[in-house]
DNA sequence: TGTTGGCACTCACGCCTTCCAAGTGCCAAT
DNA sequence: ATTGGCACTTGGAAGGCGTGAGTGCCAACA
């Protein structure tokens, strides 16, 4: 039996009735609930097909029904309209955000604003340094033959590193590095200053190249180890919230949540910064989740994308709320990022 | 009736036991379990006086005891031998932390050893601003009339802020400025720069002041109002674990781990570096948390105390073990920032 | 006086049974 | 295709019972 437009209103109402409530939930309960015009019975009926195909399950035999995760991607791909977010909500954001002082900061209250809007676990990455091109970089020496490195990024993010070199440099070396590192690299992105940096040694006096590639290694290191990026997290005490709701085991998503490797894992694939990207149960087993989906999206200036964000919550979270948060939030943040 | 000796060791042997199982314990398990020379009848008339001075207390009338955070009081107080740290531990300290290659470094890794240590939740203050000092400060003109300060302390940690001036300042006044603020804070504390600095605009041009006091209030800002310090949190996972063993509410515990202002407060009494210092269940009341216990030490380099660490976990956790652990820790990370 | 064995008492917990309500599937009628 | 009706399933709540761990108290003993 086909799938008509009945049966996806069904479906619909399903999710939201589960998601609200949290219980399975009857065919009586549904017609209660929403006006469908047609009997329990008929409704059964329907949903007999449904579970047929595979969108709703029932716990045990005389329960209501569950949407299944493919229940949930059927709803998010084809019912779900976006829910705008209330005036207050709105507003929210703006005040949240616009006390920022720095990039840090605006990471900061972006991941927290997110989780107190979806009331979920949120998860914002860093501007990534690759996509990045290079402002400034600066050279202080701090103690004996110490350099401290400063790399100063167009998304305003600041880098740093203490590189011990094998020889006490004069300051005037360092001048000369300092502006002839700042006239090569500057405007660069990060692949690129890897292989302009390389040669710089050779451009120097013999007795001063030890210095020069010492300086240069510990840029390369930055660049490239620092891959390893960093992210930040929030609103994971949301989670104990309905996790004693249980059914949902939290140790795993804890852990995870913890794990900056997994966590980019989730946020990685986001590539662009418009649409927002819903992976659902399942479909994060690779990642040690299951009953958990994520909700991501790409943000960066202009058309540029930077970096990811996202909220973790049960598969049966609130996804038009949720995905509708989470595409405002990224705007906002690209378009602060767009005014630097 | 007065608490002999033997009623002491039956404390112990209380709360050795029901760490272990966490379950309420009775006179005859314990006889069995350590050898204590009596009878399971003198034990339960210890027991009877133990719980008449409220060192432990029966879950309902007819189980066993279970240690209440007075008893633990005692026990940690007069009953705890350290509990050496094995090699294997000792080990694991050196080799994970000998790899950090900054401050910020030495912080993330220190904070995720105490939690695989002690199989808690850990906290790691970043050394605190007010208690550093200045090492050295650096101008850099970023785009237009901005200019980024970056502050580097004498703990290695490094503050950057972008401020905004009234009037796009050249080179060379920048150069000047740049000297003159070395030459006056390099070596001040932070509550002293505050002095120091807020009457350099006289010291130039007036045509040059309104960018210097733009440079100088910023300063203060970056000092006085970072006040709000940061903390690194890990182990939260573990939480979970002991969490599911129930009895404890770990939605509050989660939310006081986001909060920077109830972890400081929690970090914040220890001043001194050596002994470490255990607040037990009610005695953290204050802060939202009640079947929880900190334990905490500061750390720095030399005698001085630049920031604390700690373990966030139930009252019913191993405190010789936790205690040695964060004391360990504590001393290593203070012998790395003294190397610096 | 402190210690011990004995004994009656308490009570959480597990187990079983019973009962109920919610929900289903199917069928015959419309 | 939809509907009302009805028999059937079953998880979960409520109540009863037995058991065992543990207690407090007491009288006897060293």
Redesign the pocket.
Known sequence: MPIDD?KLEVLRAIVEDYVDTH???????LVDRHHL??????I??D??TL?EEGYIA????????IPTDKGYRLFVDRLSTVKPLSPAERRAIRSFLDGAVDLDDVISRTVRLLAQLTRQAAVVQYPSLTRSTVRHVELVPVAGARVLIVLITNTGRVEQRVVELPQEPDDSLLGDLRARLNELVVGLDFTSVASTVSDLPEQFAPEDRPVVSGVAVSLLEALVERHEERVAVAGTANLARYGQEFDVELEPLLSALEEQVVLLKLLGQATSTSPVTVRIGEENAQSGLFSTSVVTTGYGPGNETVGSMGVLGPTRMDYPGTIAAVGAVARYVSQILDAN
Do not use: D, I, L, W
């Not at 219980?23 to 309960?29: C, D, F, I, L, T």
């Not at 015009?37 to 008929?42: F, K, N, P, Y």
């Open positions: 009945r219980e399975p939930v009857g065919s009586k309960a015009g047609v009997s329990s019975a008929t059964r009926n949903m007999a579970e029932q716990p045990h035999t005389s329960a209501g029904r």
